[in-house]
């Protein structure tokens, strides 16, 4: 005669389930949070964005309290192109040198110790580093490029520790079978190996130019200015989105304005990160 | 006056213990490759050593043993592909391709792994087209002279029988091929290099029946232009496949010879245990 199916261990599956629950419920918060915020900023800022907002210089007086962002709009997204042109060959170079070329294990133990000690020194000692030696020591001066300088060593670390790792993913053997072919190390660097990371390196490259786009600290004292007309110039100061938001709020200038400003400053980002979302598949296929 | 059949690596080699100086002779062919007295090692510890065998031109050679006895090390050691594998080093010997020592000073490994190709276990295909795929190295070596890009990619395809599948996709990327498909591509990529010698490391352990019996009658095919020597740890493809056999244990050749003698006579009782399937 054959046994009755046992019954399954009561208590464990009352643990599975509020272990279920539980992770339902903290994955929801983690939804809920940005979707909260942008919710938050959409219904207090939307009403004051339109064309003229997003491209006509802020106005009014006290200065702020009519007007746009553009010139903001258009200095935080050349500080954040200088950035890019000053780190993303650095770092990609570092990274590529620490995952290809270097021979010394102890030497890249040491540059990843070093680059996530720089990863996370806070992004107002980048600015007092850069007015101190740009804008003072080099006489850059308050201009863009002292700025874009400054945001590039800020997004440097970061990119060098993504691609880094976003290198080492791309496994051993694919570098083997196209080494075997008898190509060069850089042959297969540049066909194989760049070709498998780039999804990882636009990932990190991205978040990093974001994380730049939205710093206030970095650009505060090197490149940006209560106001300008618009118009850039690597020696000239510009405005910027965090900068300006930091403005409206603490001079209590224009509530309504500084959420808009936060809007558009959220809203650019989300932009870019689909877009780049939407490139990545194109890469990856 | 009759040549002398080739005989194995002269007696200077005698102060190592028998058998492995002196081989059963291969049969008659010219030897392409003849490797004397090789040592190889991952780290500090030795994988294969004693190392003396030689492979004859246009022939299938099947390098067979246990998993872990060496076979892949002593193939990657042929083309020297060995020494990309971090830690590995061939430490003593020498393997002469067409009479010269590959591991000179004067020998540059990259000429070596274009004149030698290599198809590793599991088949890896590039993140590009099939056609970049198979003209990857053939660009770089700049062997596409006289015929468009796209003839030299299929003249390559269909020499391993993937033009009449992929013919109408070569822009297509080459991950969207089968497991089989892309071993193929993987050997039309090698042959677009225009080597003279073709390993092959357990090239049907990763993919399905049907695939490793389209590979085996490739093998067939290619052998009539190419040495091939190939490393499996199946004894029935083996004994398809192959005219000569060398079966290593635990980083020594136990035995080589052709591959019908060994399997009907084996002279060492590990051999015996092997083909018998008691060991393995």
């Known amino acids: 005669m054959s046994e009755a199916p046992s019954l399954p261990n009561r208590q464990a599956i009352l643990v599975d389930r509020a272990f279920t629950v539980l992770a339902w419920l903290l994955g929801a918060t983690g939804i809920a949070l940005p979707g909260v915020i942008i919710g938050f900023l959409a219904v207090r800022g939307l009403g004051v964005i339109d064309w003229a907002f997003l491209t006509s210089p802020p106005g009014g007086f006290p200065l702020g309290q009519a007007g746009g962002i553009g010139p903001a709009l258009q200095g935080s997204l050349a500080l954040v192109g200088i950035g890019l042109v000053v780190a993303l060959p650095l770092a990609v170079g570092g990274a590529l040198f620490l995952t290809e070329y270097n021979r010394f294990p102890a030497l890249a133990r040491i540059v990843r110790f070093a680059t996530e000690c720089l990863a996370a020194i806070p992004s107002i000692v980048y600015g007092l ?157 | ?75 990657k050691i042929l083309n020297r592909t060995l020494e990309l594998t971090p830690g590995a080093k061939v430490r003593s010997g020498a ?83 089968s497991g089989g498909q892309q071993q193929r591509l993987c050997l039309a990529r090698t042959l677009a290099n225009e080597p003279e010698i073709i390993l092959m490391d357990e090239p049907c352990s990763a993919i399905d029946p049907v695939a490793t019996q389209r590979i085996e009658d490739l093998i067939a095919g290619l052998k009539r232009e190419y040495a091939i020597i190939i490393v499996t740890h199946n004894l029935s493809q083996a004994r398809r496949v192959s005219e000569h056999a060398v079966f290593m244990f635990a980083g020594r050749i136990i035995e080589a010879g052709l591959t019908k003698r060994l399997f009907a006579e084996p002279r060492t009782e590990l051999t015996s245990n092997f083909i018998s399937g008691r060991i393995g």
């Open chain 1, 129 to 285: 580093f850069g007015y101190a030696i740009l804008v003072v020591f080099m006489s850059l001066k308050i201009s863009l490029l002292a700025g874009g300088i400054t945001l590039g060593l800020v997004m440097f670390p970061l990119i060098l520790i993504g691609a880094q790792e976003a290198l080492e993913a791309v496994s051993w053997q694919d570098r083997e079978a196209a080494l075997s072919l008898g190509v060069t190390r850089a042959y297969v660097v540049r066909r194989v190996v760049l070709r498998q990371a780039a999804p990882g390196i636009l990932a990190i490259t991205t978040l990093a130019a974001g994380h730049a786009f939205g710093s206030a600290a970095p650009v505060l004292f090197t490149a940006s200015v209560i106001f300008s007309r618009g118009g850039l110039g690597l020696e000239t100061p510009v405005m910027t989105l965090p900068t300006h938001l930091y403005f409206l709020v603490g001079e209590a200038l224009s509530f309504e304005h500084a959420y808009g400003t936060a809007l558009v400053l959220v809203g650019v980002l989300l932009i870019v990160n689909v877009l780049v979302v939407c490139l990545k598949g194109a890469l990856r296929r």
């Open chain 2, 95 to 177: 393997v002469y391709f067409r009479g010269r020592n590959i591991y000179g000073p004067d020998q540059e490994p990259m000429t070596i792994r274009k004149r030698i190709g290599i198809i590793h276990q599991r088949p890896i295909v590039f993140p590009m087209s099939i056609q970049e795929n198979v003209l990857f190295g053939a660009r770089f070596h700049q062997q596409i002279k006289g015929v468009s890009p796209r003839d030299y990619a299929e003249f390559h395809l269909e020499r391993v029988g993937l033009l009449d599948e992929v013919g109408d996709r070569l822009s297509e990327p080459a991950n969207r091929l």
């Open chain 2, 1 to 75: 006056m009759n040549k002398p059949p080739p005989t194995n690596p002269p007696s200077r080699h005698a102060d190592l213990t028998a058998p492995f100086d002196r081989l059963p002779p291969l049969g008659d062919q010219e030897a392409i490759v003849e490797v004397r007295g090789i040592e190889a090692a991952y780290g500090g510890r030795v994988a294969i050593e004693y190392i003396y065998c030689h492979f004859p031109a246009r022939t299938v050679t099947a390098v067979m043993g246990p998993s872990g006895c060496g076979k892949s090390t002593l193939i």
